[in-house]
């Protein structure tokens, strides 16, 4: 699949391509870029931004200089690019990211995110430019770096050879496996810590049990039964 992102900070995705599961997608033909939308600006002097209309704190992103970028990457109206593929925007207000969702775009051939900063996103980008409007929560950060991250993440996870061991993508938090639920506690060496021990049926080797005491802890944990 082809990831676009388009940002204002192109340089703070360098440590998120080197993470193991990023390269080995990239590697697997997946490609991720970049488009700084200053590099495409209309206005002088690298402008990207301006006061709001009627006043306010803040600055908000142009819709000339986001409609430049896009077309600069897509030779076409922006106002077509979102037919041929999602154009994401980033925006605290958007619909909520969440694993049903990120199995729908990582089944996308193509997505393009677009990074808000400042105030955000002059509306009319929002309206014309995009196809939809993405939040990673009810929360604002300053910029959409970290959303498009972790959109990004969630997604490339998500395609064969990301990740070292494929079953672990298949059975984990709020997948169709554990019927949408929180995955099961897991445990490791040693066995007993302090006094706090690992559920005996763990160590009975015994394999149908251990399923049933997996999907039993996750179905309490659906429930709202045991995280605190
Ligand atoms: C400071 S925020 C703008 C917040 C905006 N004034 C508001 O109140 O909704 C700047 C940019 O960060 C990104 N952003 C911040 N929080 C986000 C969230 N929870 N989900 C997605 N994007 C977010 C968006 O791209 C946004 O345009």
Redesign the pocket.
Known sequence: MELDVFTLFPEAFEWFESQRHVRNALAEGHRLGYVNYRDYTPLTGGQVDDTPFGGGA?MV?RVDVVEAALRARYGADPTDVRRERRVL??????RM?DDALVDELAAEPALTL????????DERILEHFASDR??????????????AMVVCDAILRKQPGALGHEESALEESFSQALDGAPEYPHYTRPAEYRGWDVPEVLLSGHHAKIREWRLEQARERGAGNSLP
């Open positions: 803040g992103l925007a980033l925006t605290p207000g958007g990211l677009l990074c808000g900063r400042y105030e955000g996103f993405l939040s990673i929560g009810k929360y604002v950060l300053a910029g959409g770096e970290l959303p």
